[in-house]
């Protein structure tokens, strides 16, 4: 008996040794296994073809993945709203603030706040964002051991778009061994440990089968073999492996779907790139820092472009094509896309996998989409009830979820879910497509009054802006090429009957583009440059713009984009002769009402004065650059046609006069210069001295307030060019060519004047205009000149303004001189010469006499009523002579 109880003991402790040794090799298996699977899963993940990729042509995941913002707050309607509006820096600082309280997706099953793991995940998220690379990531990073290295034993890729084309029955081990190596994959083994296991079901809202599934049709059997929508149901309702973890990406519009079928622990968004990693992003595509950053400034050049680039497919394009560009030998800088040829690229990356779907009428789905945005524009309206989706019959859309958002938010005490456009942009472009589409009946579910583009573009400038950006896209969806696009890649048709109304919109503008107006109306007037650039069409421009004479842009801050329309404009504008640009700041991005550093200024300023056809440009106090004067120089060379070019008040001193008098000494140069105010000295006037002395063409310099000193002044003189120079007396006499001088805002003095009216007086001077406006003068000097006008017959203009000092003694002896019939002035200035009604009688006198005069300038001085009035009795003032008469107040 005793016998028998000792060997039962030892064939139980033997049965248990087995067991454990079979247990032990059974994870022995399951550890080489999961080291293989490894293995496969890294040498699968680690390499990814791109849309557009070639035979043997893939992309380093690690290489080129850049790290997205995703949240697991839900946010409130105000917060979405501000998101779907926001562009430029604003939707930056958005990003910015989301960044601060994202998540990572090492931390997606992380306990929540009341120590519990959620077990199953959904990562939510527009068309394009990102979930499924984030997806391929997440595999890659496990496999690699960088991320839930000791939390999953197993982790199975299912991807829901496979699923759909796949075998119609199947198991969970059919899902399993699919992402194995080879078929002798150890299944018990691994299913030993359920809670080791991770799921990735990517791509939830593209499966085409309900899941309103009876408890009857689900099983808890991971061999059973059944409809693979039940499976699929089994899985997600945890009858199948049930301590399991499940992670789902999805487009936020199949949510409700969704929750029919299984509980979920964890939300979490990605909503895209921060601004930061928007520029990784470019860096690592480009894999050089030089063409990376110069793609990027571009980009970040045209606000709404770089604010879509928060979508990581929208990134990929635009990298995509300047890379083209770049290959080709092309200046990406000069050849970059439209916003609307980037908005139909991201058109054609969204439905290009479903180009192929059955049963689905996309071109009339898509144009009961381009209804209900124009309707929305229209109402100022970004977020749509479900009854609005209903109205247009979008809630049976197979694509609803390529183009709009699902959002769920509290109302009193029930949720309601309410829909949106990616973004607000998106949405005018779609409102833009409903306007040039060819009508049919699908185009009818509009409630908006008729689709007639003149009542959009009526209403352009009366908009408070909302209508801004559509009609920007209409004028780009009219280019011809896009036109065949579309046809070709989506079959819409868009009608060019509403070309001619654009062409008429835009010539009825007036001649002179003066933007020295309001700030709203000077808004409305860059932005019809940018519809114009929109179009691309060298024809259209030049029919629409051959009216336009002038542009007058001074004092405003513009972008780079507003640099390269700019550019654009003046380039296809036949008739202007004067583009000004004074005061102008230039960069890339306005912040808070401040406009970030100009990296990119020189190629808009090279282009300008390359291309443009004005006679005259202004470009004084726009704080250029040396290496801005090496473009410029570059520039004056091409362009044949500029004749005056004003530089004054850009203070990079002597540094930028080499560079300058390149461009000057070129044969094609025809042009005369300002340099006012430019703190040039002595030593740069050997170069002035060299490009006047050989270039005939240059015909006027201008050198007010700068410290070129007497010895830099009499260099200058010497040659036998029409200068505008500081002080130089006597050598009136000796240059033969000599018409103006200028010697305004040089301390010259009574003294200084009495040397220059020796060389007025001599027989060779042919100095036909001076310039002496704030030079310090008094009533003193007024004799000398008083003399010399009587000896000089060739002087017809004399500017004495701003000397207070010379009052009514001064222009008393000067009347005396006018006077007399051998003077020959037709112009005189005197304003701020601290004049009063006392000088107002000598005045009368000269006027009633001097039949030469034609211009007489007394403004700005204290004449009172009674002076005016006097001069006022001259009946013949008004029709002979130009007065000026403001009064000193």
């Not at 994959?185 to 799921?199: A, W």
């Not at 099983?219 to 699929?232: A, G, H, I, N, Q």
């Not at 060389?759 to 001076?770: A, N």
């Amino acid at each position: 008996m005793i016998l028998n109880r000792k060997i039962f003991h030892l064939l139980k402790l033997r049965s248990q040794l087995l067991v454990h040794f079979l247990f032990v090799m059974l994870l022995v298996t399951d550890l080489d296994y999961r080291v293989k699977y490894k293995e496969h899963i890294k040498k699968q993940y680690q390499l990814i073809k791109e849309r557009n990729s070639r035979l043997g042509e893939n992309v380093n995941l690690s290489k080129r993945y850049t790290k997205l913002t995703i949240i697991s707050k839900l946010r409130c309607k105000k917060e979405r709203e501000h998101e779907i509006m926001a562009s430029g820096w604003r939707h930056a600082k958005i990003m910015t603030e989301r960044t601060r309280s994202s998540v990572t997706m090492n931390s997606l099953f992380d306990p929540d706040e009341n120590g519990q793991t959620p077990q199953i995940v959904v990562l939510q998220g527009a068309a394009g964002i990102g979930k499924t690379m984030t997806a391929k990531k997440i595999m890659l990073d496990w496999a690699s051991g960088e991320v839930y290295e000791n939390r999953f034993a197993y982790i199975f890729y299912i991807n829901c778009r496979e699923i759909n084309y796949g075998s119609k029955q199947g198991t969970v081990i059919d899902l399993i061994t699919k992402n194995c190596p080879d078929k002798n994959v150890p299944i018990e083994e691994i299913l030993l440990n359920q809670e080791k296991l991770l799921f990735i079901i990517d791509g939830f809202d593209e499966l085409r089968f309900s899941f309103d599934r009876k408890e009857d049709s689900l099983c808890t059997d991971p061999r059973k073999e059944m409809p693979m929508k039940d499976t699929l149901s089994s899985l997600f309702r945890k009858k199948l492996l049930p301590k399991s973890y499940l992670m789902i990406t999805t487009r936020p519009t199949a949510l409700e779907k969704l929750q029919q079928c299984m509980e979920c622990s964890r939300y979490a968004e990605i909503l895209g790139f921060s601004k930061d990693d928007r520029k990784e992003y470019f860096h690592k595509f480009f894999g050089n820092n030089i063409d990376a950053t110069r793609a990027f400034d571009i980009v970040k050049q045209n606000e709404m472009h770089f604010t879509m680039c928060f979508v990581p497919i929208v990134c990929w394009i635009t990298c995509t094509v300047m890379k083209q560009q770049l290959e080709a030998g092309k200046d990406f800088a000069q050849n970059s896309k439209t916003l609307t040829a980037v908005y139909v690229l991201f058109l054609y990356s969204l439905l290009e996998p479903h180009s192929n779907s059955p049963n689905q009428n996309m071109q009339d789905n898509l144009k009961k989409l381009c209804s209900l945005a124009a309707d929305g524009i229209w109402n100022q309206k970004i977020l749509f009830g479900e009854e609005e989706i209903k109205e247009y019959s979008l809630d049976e859309f197979y694509s609803l979820p390529l183009f709009l958002n699902e959002s769920v938010f509290k109302r009193d005490i029930d949720c309601v879910s309410v829909y949106s456009f990616i973004h607000l942009s998106f949405q005018e472009f779609f409102a833009a497509l409903f306007y040039v589409l060819e009508e049919d009946k699908q185009m009818k579910y509009s409630v908006t009054p008729n689709r007639d583009a003149k009542l959009l573009l009526e209403n352009y400038g009366k908009s408070g802006n909302y209508l801004m950006l559509t009609v920007r896209f209409l004028f780009g969806l009219l280019n011809e090429e896009t036109m065949k696009d579309i046809k070709k890649k989506i079959g819409l048709k868009i009608s060019p009957k509403i070309k001619p109304d654009l062409l008429k919109w835009v010539k009825t503008k007036q001649k002179k583009l003066s933007f020295s107006s309001s700030h709203d109306e000077l808004i409305y007037k860059l932005e019809e440059f940018h519809c114009l650039y929109e179009i691309q069409e060298e024809s259209f421009m030049k029919n629409a713009l051959d009216h336009f004479t002038e542009i007058d842009i001074s004092n405003y801050s513009l972008t780079q984009m507003d640099q390269m329309v700019i550019s654009f404009f003046v380039k296809n504008c036949p008739t202007l002769k004067s583009l000004w640009l004074s005061g102008c700041r230039f960069g890339v991005e306005i912040k808070n009402g401040e406009l970030a550093p100009p990296p990119a200024k020189r190629l808009c300023l090279h282009n300008i004065c390359s291309l443009c056809a004005p006679f005259f440009c202004r470009l004084e106090m726009c704080s250029l650059t040396v290496a801005c004067y090496r473009d410029l120089s570059s520039a004056l060379s091409i362009n044949q046609t500029l004749r005056e070019l004003d530089l004054s008040y850009n203070d990079q001193g002597n540094l930028t006069v080499p560079d300058l008098c390149k461009g000057l000494k070129h044969p094609n140069c025809k042009h005369s210069g300002k340099l006012w105010g430019c703190q040039l000295t002595a030593d740069c006037c050997g170069e002035l001295s060299s490009v006047l002395a050989t270039r005939k063409t240059v015909t006027e310099v201008n050198l007010n307030l700068n410290e070129l000193g007497d010895s830099g002044a009499i260099l200058l003189l010497k040659t036998k060019a029409v200068i505008m120079s500081p002080p130089c007396f006597s050598l009136c006499s000796t240059s033969q060519t000599l018409i103006e001088l200028s010697l305004n805002l040089n301390k010259l003095g009574d003294s200084g004047v009495k040397q220059l009216c020796k060389g007025l007086k001599h027989p060779d001077c042919k100095l036909q205009t001076l310039g002496l406006f704030s030079c310090d003068l008094t009533a003193d000097c007024c004799g000398d000149l008083s003399s010399a006008l009587g000896m000089n017959q060739i002087l017809t203009e004399l500017d004495l303004k701003w000397n207070h000092q010379l009052g009514d003694k001064g222009v008393k002896v000067l009347c005396d001189r006018l006077k007399h019939p051998c003077c020959r002035l037709k112009k005189i200035r005197f304003s701020w010469c601290n004049l009063t009604a006392d000088c107002c009688i000598d005045i009368c006198t000269v006027l009633s006499t001097n039949q030469i005069l034609t211009e007489l300038d007394l403004g700005e001085n204290n004449l009172g009523y009674s002076g005016v009035k006097l001069l006022l009795t001259i009946d013949f003032l008004l029709e002979m002579l130009e007065l000026n008469l403001l009064l000193q107040h």
